[in-house]
Every structure is written in structure tokens, then in C-alpha cells.
């Protein structure tokens, strides 16, 4: 599998395009997926991940209110929702719930470099670019 911490951070910083992450994703085996899915998880909750954040990241994963990951995304708990949304094992939920996980990683992240890292940071993700070597694949 390809270096999935890159990929997710392209993805959220819109240096890969969704289409090309989804197709990414769908070649995943099932395995691959979950472990994917729970990673985007841990980065979304690295990045602090607010329940505010649900909303902006649901229009930007084009979901509607109505998708199980949209709506486990404003409820409850975001460290508890997120990792609801990464469980879900429907293969259209999964879909969903990958879309959904990148839009929360590039709404909260957006926020962490504002505030944390707009004068420059260690974070090696914060540094990538469309360079990558792994972008043109």
C-alpha cells in the first residue's frame, strides 16, 4: 500500500484530487480500508477535531444531512463520532465515512495551522507539496 500518511494529508490539503483519493481508496482490500479509515480518525483528532466542525466538513464532502456519517458526525462526542464514522463496514457508508473524514481532517487542520503553525511548525505533513513523488501516482 502506498504511504497512506501522505496521501491523507494531500488529500486534506487538496494537493491530490478527491477523485484520485477515492479511487485510491477503493483499491484498498477491506483490511486496508479500516485501518485507513481509523487512522484518518487519529489524525482528525490530532488536528482537535471540534463538533463544530461536522457542518462544513459534511458540505464538503458533498454528503447530505441525511448519511449515516453525516449525521454521527453532530452528535455526541467528536472523538467518540469519529470513531463510529470509521467503523462503519457497508461499503457505500465506507465511501462516505472516508470522504467525510478527509473533509474533518482539512476543517480542523485549517484551523490548527491558523492558529498554531502560521509562523512556521515542525509538522513534516505541513511540508509536502505537489512535488510529492507520490502525488503523481
Given at each position: 500500500?502506498?504511504d497512506?500518511?501522505?496521501?491523507?494529508?494531500?488529500?486534506?490539503?487538496?494537493?491530490?484530487?478527491?477523485?484520485?483519493?477515492i479511487?485510491?481508496?477503493?483499491g484498498?482490500?477491506?483490511e486496508?480500508?479500516?485501518?485507513?479509515?481509523?487512522?484518518?480518525?487519529?489524525?482528525?483528532?490530532?488536528?482537535?477535531?471540534?463538533?463544530?466542525?461536522?457542518?462544513?466538513?459534511?458540505?464538503?464532502a458533498?454528503?447530505?444531512?441525511?448519511?449515516?456519517?453525516a449525521?454521527?458526525?453532530?452528535?455526541?462526542?467528536?472523538?467518540?463520532?469519529?470513531?463510529?464514522?470509521?467503523?462503519?463496514?457497508?461499503?457505500?457508508?465506507?465511501?462516505?465515512?472516508?470522504?467525510?473524514?478527509i473533509a474533518?481532517?482539512?476543517?480542523?487542520?485549517e484551523?490548527?495551522?491558523?492558529?498554531?503553525?502560521s509562523?512556521?511548525?515542525?509538522?513534516?505533513?505541513?511540508?509536502?507539496?505537489v512535488?510529492?513523488?507520490?502525488?503523481?501516482?
Amino acid at each position: 500500500m502506498a504511504d497512506p500518511y501522505i496521501i491523507l494529508n494531500e488529500l486534506a490539503q487538496e494537493l491530490r484530487p478527491m477523485s484520485q483519493g477515492i479511487e485510491w481508496f477503493e483499491g484498498l482490500s477491506t483490511e486496508e480500508q479500516s485501518y485507513t479509515l481509523r487512522l484518518l480518525s487519529h489524525f482528525c483528532i490530532q488536528a482537535r477535531a471540534t463538533a463544530e466542525d461536522g457542518p462544513e466538513s459534511v458540505r464538503r464532502a458533498g454528503l447530505r444531512a441525511t448519511h449515516t456519517p453525516a449525521v454521527l458526525i453532530t452528535r455526541g462526542r467528536i472523538d467518540q463520532q469519529l470513531g463510529k464514522i470509521a467503523g462503519l463496514t457497508p461499503h457505500d457508508e465506507r465511501l462516505k465515512s472516508f470522504r467525510l473524514l478527509i473533509a474533518v481532517l482539512a476543517v480542523a487542520d485549517e484551523r490548527r495551522r491558523e492558529r498554531f503553525c502560521s509562523d512556521g511548525c515542525g509538522h513534516a505533513w505541513h511540508r509536502l507539496s505537489v512535488d510529492t513523488p507520490e502525488a503523481s501516482t
